[in-house]
């Protein structure tokens, strides 16, 4: 019998990529939505138990490799509960979401300031090299830095995760497409020992290849959806690339900004 861990246990990097796996097979066939999974992704990046990455794939069906936990008992005092989050967050980042998402969202109308659209840059739209610097000069521009603790980009737009100026420990979400700018929206607390990454001290070319890259690098027959996370972490900056298709496959790998993979982890055909 596996042994089951208790939910408070502190997680490996193992388990969180792990728990990303089992959210890119549930957004491949179907159960999760495009948003939803990347708020939950998110949240399994930084998801500090073993209780706390449960809540984020226990409502899924399908097989997971992440460590059992034993039933009833709660993660550690004061952690998040993420079910009512799962439900709340994505409300919250609607606000962001709506100046964004291109599959029947209109962008948002108060925006002053206008990008190109990701149809300039080609198929790979924001995620190629002209459409990932088209994004960092906006970043810029609009904030007169391109400092970071996240961002995360799709074809067709962007999300920018900054230090809320007022309140360095707070954290902002603002999207960005072809017409600039959304209204910044809270997204929760972060964490002001960690230092921002500076897009602006990235190698974008390299950035780009790897993503270019990753179909080939996780072992896919094709891809359907695809998107980048550049972040801060306690380590350095840091950047994972997730993939999949409608045909259920799905992989993911994270790699130093200067093009040097960290780990791989390719479609399994064995399951």
């Known amino acids: 019998m596996a042994i089951r861990l208790p939910a408070g246990t502190r997680a490996r990097d193992d388990d969180r990529t792990h728990t990303c796996s089992t959210l ?20 399994a990046m930084t998801a500090r138990t073993l209780g706390e990455l449960h809540e984020l794939i226990d409502d899924l069906q399908g097989d997971s490799e992440l460590a059992a936990v034993r039933p009833g ?12 989050l799962l439900i709340i967050v994505p409300l919250v980042v609607l606000g962001v979401l709506l100046a964004v998402v ?22 790979a739209g924001y995620l190629s090299q002209a459409g990932l610097t088209d994004v960092v000069g906006a970043i810029h521009d609009e904030f007169g830095d391109a400092l970071v603790d996240e961002l995360t980009i799709y074809p067709e737009y962007a999300v920018v995760f900054r230090a809320d100026p007022a309140a ?3 954290q902002q979400s603002i999207g960005y497409n ?10 929760g607390s972060r964490d002001p020992a960690v230092a921002p990454v500076d897009l602006a ?11 270019a890259g ?12 695809i998107y980048a996370i550049i972040r801060s972490t306690d380590q350095g900056p840091e950047m994972s690339v ?21 780990t791989v982890y390719p479609f399994n055909p064995g399951g």
Do not use: M
Request: glycine share 12%; hydrophobic share 35%.
């Open 242 to 262: 997730h993939a999949s298709n409608d045909l259920g496959e799905s992989g993911h790998l994270t790699a130093y900004p200067d093009g040097r993979f960290r």
């Open 168 to 170: 360095p420990r707070t």
């Open 178 to 187: 072809q017409d600039g700018f959304g209204t910044a929206t809270d997204s």
């Open 102 to 123: 291109v599959r029947g969202c209109s962008a948002d109308a108060d925006s002053d300031s206008s990008g190109a659209s990701a149809g300039d840059f080609g198929p």
């Open 201 to 211: 001290t990235l190698d974008l070319s390299k950035v780009a290849g790897v993503i």
């Open 214 to 225: 990753a179909p080939a690098s996780l072992g896919l027959s094709r891809v359907d959806t």
């Open 24 to 43: 890119d097979a549930a957004l491949a066939d179907g159960q999760l939505a495009e948003a939803e999974h990347e708020q939950r992704v998110r949240t």
């Open 73 to 84: 008992l709660p993660a550690i005092p004061g952690a998040r509960r993420r079910p009512w």
